[in-house]
């Protein structure tokens, strides 16, 4: 694990102790979303001749600090749906990305396609959390857990309604994660724990190992439609763009843009917010 990722699960911890004596179990299930039943993510990135575009609300990271600091919930999230994403990703980590648990009860309000709730999970706490606050799927990071903490979380999850899309960085990751249970999706983020760069090269590697029973996500790094296109021809269904549509005023119009893009001509070589 690389030490950023310490940082952040050692913080985590100790936020998800304090949290839950904040706010017990008891009362999350007390939550308006608690009986609503989740959207599919797997079913909406499957769908013919959808985007696959998992767009996704993210005000800062650890590799580059604050991306966009006052982009509005409502607007950007219904603006990616509208634009034609599949589904749409919300980061609620406060101490490293700048999110809240409300700003994906705020896009669940304003929105009608899958949500994942992207966080750090480390314990069975923040998964019943996810579906009170409006979650439709949850990911789990397999650099951070055991596969059988995979397994325990991902039956959990299941027991909820919600999927598990599980988090994978390398061949080892893939290799000792992909057998574990409760598991609906797979993604491989294309940023290098260690040195914060980015390749696609680490989804097209990967794409053949992944086995056919996951839908296969491709995290990070994706600019335009021409990768996105090369993904697709290795087999992957989803893809997650965050800074590539967050670093521009207007996130949704570069998600229009993109989703515009790879309605054209596979030919289309057309960048981001170009």
Same mark, same amino acid.
């Given at each position: 694990?690389?030490?950023? *990722?310490? +940082?952040?699960?050692?913080?985590?911890?100790?936020?998800?102790? +304090?949290? %839950?004596?904040?706010?017990?179990?008891?009362?999350?299930? $007390?939550?308006?979303?608690?009986?609503?039943?989740?959207? #599919?993510?797997?079913?909406?990135?499957? %769908?013919? /001749?959808? =985007?696959?575009?998992?767009?996704?609300?993210?005000?800062?990271?650890?590799?580059?600090?604050?991306? /966009? !600091?006052?982009?509005?919930?409502?607007? @950007?999230?219904?603006?990616?749906?509208?634009?034609?994403?599949?589904?749409?990703?919300?980061?609620?980590?406060?101490?490293?990305?700048?999110?809240? /648990?409300?700003?994906?009860?705020? &896009?669940?309000?304003? /929105?009608?396609?899958?949500?994942?709730?992207?966080?750090?999970?480390?314990?069975?706490?923040?998964?019943?959390? &996810?579906?009170s606050i409006g979650a439709d799927a949850v990911l789990l990071i397999a650099a951070v857990l055991t596969p059988?903490?995979? @397994?325990?979380?991902? +039956?959990?999850?299941?027991?909820?309604?919600?999927?598990?899309?599980?988090?994978?960085?390398?061949?080892?990751?893939?290799?000792?994660?992909?057998?574990?249970?409760?598991?609906?999706?797979?993604?491989? $983020? $294309?940023? $290098? *724990?260690?040195?914060?760069?980015? #390749?696609?090269? @680490?989804?097209? =590697?990967? &794409?053949?190992?992944?086995?056919?029973?996951?839908?296969?996500?491709?995290?990070?790094?994706?600019?335009?439609?021409? &990768?996105?296109?090369?993904?697709?021809?290795?087999?992957?269904?989803?893809?997650?763009?965050?800074?590539?549509?967050?670093?521009?005023?207007?996130?949704?119009?570069?998600?229009?843009?993109?989703?515009?893009?790879?309605?054209? +001509?596979?030919?289309? !070589?057309?960048?981001?917010?170009?």
């Amino acid at each position: 694990m690389s030490t950023i *990722l310490q +940082t952040i699960v050692a913080h985590k911890r100790k936020e998800v102790a +304090t949290r %839950r004596e904040l706010v017990p179990v008891k009362l999350l299930e $007390n939550s308006l979303y608690f009986q609503a039943k989740p959207l #599919s993510l797997r079913q909406y990135l499957l %769908r013919e /001749n959808g =985007s696959g575009l998992i767009s996704e609300f993210k005000r800062k990271s650890p590799s580059r600090g604050w991306i /966009n !600091q006052y982009a509005p919930v409502e607007r @950007t999230t219904l603006g990616y749906m509208q634009a034609g994403a599949a589904a749409l990703s919300v980061l609620t980590d406060a101490e490293f990305f700048g999110g809240k /648990n409300e700003d994906l009860t705020t &896009a669940r309000r304003f /929105n009608f396609c899958p949500i994942l709730r992207k966080d750090f999970v480390v314990d069975e706490y923040q998964i019943i959390e &996810a579906k009170s606050i409006g979650a439709d799927a949850v990911l789990l990071i397999a650099a951070v857990l055991t596969p059988a903490e995979i @397994t325990a979380l991902g +039956t959990l999850a299941r027991s909820l309604g919600l999927e598990v899309l599980l988090e994978v960085h390398d061949a080892e990751e893939l290799a000792r994660a992909a057998t574990a249970d409760a598991v609906d999706l797979i993604g491989v $983020n $294309n940023r $290098n *724990l260690h040195d914060f760069s980015l #390749s696609l090269d @680490t989804s097209l =590697s990967l &794409a053949a190992a992944i086995p056919d029973d996951f839908v296969k996500v491709s995290e990070s790094g994706i600019s335009g439609a021409a &990768a996105i296109l090369q993904l697709r021809e290795a087999g992957y269904r989803g893809f997650l763009l965050g800074e590539a549509f967050m670093r521009h005023a207007r996130p949704e119009r570069a998600c229009a843009a993109l989703v515009q893009a790879l309605a054209e +001509t596979p030919r289309t !070589q057309v960048a981001v917010g170009s």
